[in-house]
Nanobody, 120 residues
Framework: VQLQASGGGLVQAGDSLRLSCAASGRTLYSMAWFRQAPGKEREFVAV????????DYADSVKGRFTISRDNAQNTVYLQMNNLKPEDTAVYYC????????????????WGQGTLVTVSS
């Protein structure tokens, strides 16, 4: 499975942005977004089950970010609202067979990352 993340950019605090992660083929893997800020470890953001029936979010983004998927388009989205400067990071999408896991080591496939910069 190959993953291609896109949609990053430079926005101001309070703005919205939608990230996309396109998979190379049909997959019912659980899909997640992680992010990595400069000098920090990669951290979990959100995950969604293969059938879209369940999802989980990091506390830092709960209520502001929404993960969704369109299996007909083999694409997962991350809608990010009310962005804050601390959301600045490279965002990665990943695929796993392990349900709603938050552990990066459980993800076998990764996209290349897309940079989100939020100015204050």
């Amino acid at each position: 499975v190959q993953l291609q993340a896109s949609g990053g950019g430079l926005v101001q605090a309070g703005d919205s942005l939608r990230l996309s992660c396109a998979a190379s083929g049909r997959t019912l893997y659980s899909m997640a977004w992680f992010r990595q800020a400069p000098g920090k470890e990669r951290e979990f953001v959100a995950v969604i089950l293969g059938n879209g029936a369940g999802s989980d979010y990091a506390d830092s983004v709960k209520g502001r970010f929404t993960i969704s998927r369109d299996n007909a388009q083999n694409t997962v989205y991350l809608q990010m609202n009310n962005l804050k400067p601390e959301d600045t990071a490279v965002y990665y999408c990943g695929a796993t067979v392990y349900g709603l896991t938050r552990h990066a080591t459980s993800y076998k496939y990764w996209g290349q990352g897309t940079l989100v910069t939020v100015s204050s």
